[in-house]
């Protein structure tokens, strides 16, 4: 005959009345079997089926004390991070690793417009972090709750693992590019958010790429006070804002180095509506190569980073962090320029 409960979902000392157990034996028949005999969790968990219970998950992870589970720590709200198709890329060599390994993954943005109050909040058995500096509250929170974490695009913490792309090689080679087809005339749309540029261009990926534009420019006995720095948030429609801005100018450039092929998409389709042809009067770049540029009218000469590689990395890092296996090196992967349709010598 069925076992019958009145009403309510069936908890474990239902389980452990209806088969004349303790509550701890029912527990170690979903957890710990070794600790009673077969006959016996046969006929608990036939109980639990009848009844049906199911342990809680939350109990269960509480109770091993892991997850099974990586956040990723996003500087922004997930609807601007998922309109960024880099995210996309990135995310897909985490979730690589994660199926491979079992994990699941958890996007953790910012709460209440803080990173750090997220944190807690995230039932996670470890981060990775993305474009953070060091020195704000998150890594140090980090540290304290002695949460494994890997840093992405940011600055080197000697605390922990981090992977990052020769940003300065490659902002470099793509500077220098424009400045050999004979470009002197340069904007730059800087990767940026509204708040203080200064600060923002002090430390990782973005001080890196600016620091190779100054390297190119000093090559020919230039330096960054010739260049237009526009910085923006990573979106088309403010790569199209700020282009239009630009070419409003007195002196208007004859290059625009986009530091994301995202801002880059944006300020070719702001050319275009101004009926100024690219690259036939303004050659354009990117950095990143995501799977858009290579077919992209015109198809755009770009940076070509390793995302999803990047991805990859970052994830088997961290795993092996939250099992506490030998914490590996800060790692840089290589960046190449590819040179497409996008940029010509100035008119």
């Known amino acids: 005959m069925p076992f019958k409960r009145a009403s309510g979902k069936p908890t474990s000392s239902d389980v452990a009345a209806a088969a004349g157990v303790s509550r701890s034996a029912v527990s170690f028949a979903f957890n710990n079997p070794q600790r009673i005999s077969t006959a016996t969790r046969e006929r608990i968990l036939g109980?639990?089926?009848?009844?049906?219970?199911?342990?809680?998950?939350?109990?269960?992870?509480?109770?091993?004390?892991?997850?099974?589970?990586i956040g990723v720590l996003l500087p922004q709200r997930l609807a601007r991070v998922l309109e960024n198709p880099y995210y996309s890329r990135f995310l897909m060599g985490v979730g690589q690793v994660c199926d491979e390994q079992g994990h699941t993954l958890l996007l953790t943005p910012p709460l209440q417009d803080s990173v750090l109050k997220a944190i807690p909040y995230a039932a996670v058995d470890g981060f990775?972090?993305?474009?953070?500096?060091?020195?704000?509250?998150?890594?140090?929170?980090?540290?304290?709750?002695?949460?494994?974490?890997?840093?992405?695009?940011?600055?080197?913490?000697?605390?922990?693992?981090?992977?990052?792309?020769?940003?300065?090689?490659?902002?470099?080679?793509?500077?220098?590019?424009?400045?050999?087809?004979?470009?002197?005339?340069?904007?730059?749309?800087?990767?940026?958010?509204?708040r203080d540029v200064a600060q923002r261009s002090s430390y990782g990926p973005l001080a890196r790429r600016l620091a190779g534009i100054a390297d190119a420019l000093g090559e020919v006995g230039m330096d960054m006070t010739g260049v237009r720095l526009a910085a923006v948030p990573v979106t088309r429609a403010d790569g199209y804002r700020a282009t239009r801005e630009l070419m409003a100018a007195a002196q208007p450039?004859?290059?625009?180095?986009?530091?994301?092929?995202?801002?880059?998409?944006?300020?070719?389709?702001?050319?275009?509506e101004l009926s100024i042809d690219v690259p036939g009067e303004v050659s354009v770049t990117g950095?990143?190569?995501?799977?858009?540029?290579?077919?992209?009218?015109?198809?755009?000469?770009?940076?070509?980073?390793?995302?999803?590689?990047?991805?990859?990395?970052?994830?088997?890092?961290?795993?092996?962090?939250i099992r506490g296996e030998d914490q590996h090196p800060h790692q840089t992967l290589g960046t190449s320029l590819i040179i497409r349709d996008s940029t010509a010598k100035p008119a």
């Open 47 to 69: 109980v639990a089926e009848q009844l049906g219970y199911t342990p809680s998950t939350l109990g269960r992870m509480l109770q091993a004390g892991t997850t099974n589970s």
């Open 128 to 194: 990775i972090v993305c474009g953070l500096e060091v020195d704000r509250g998150e890594v140090a929170e980090l540290d304290r709750r002695g949460i494994p974490f890997v840093l992405i695009d940011s600055d080197r913490h000697e605390g922990a693992p981090s992977v990052e792309v020769d940003d300065r090689g490659g902002a470099r080679d793509v500077a220098r590019h424009l400045l050999d087809l004979g470009h002197r005339r340069l904007a730059v749309l800087s990767i940026g958010p509204e």
């Open 253 to 272: 450039p004859t290059a625009i180095l986009a530091l994301s092929d995202v801002l880059a998409y944006g300020a070719v389709e702001a050319l275009q």
């Open 287 to 321: 950095f990143d190569d995501l799977s858009e540029s290579a077919w992209f009218r015109p198809r755009l000469t770009t940076v070509r980073q390793p995302i999803v590689t990047k991805g990859r990395i970052a994830a088997d890092f961290l795993i092996s962090s």
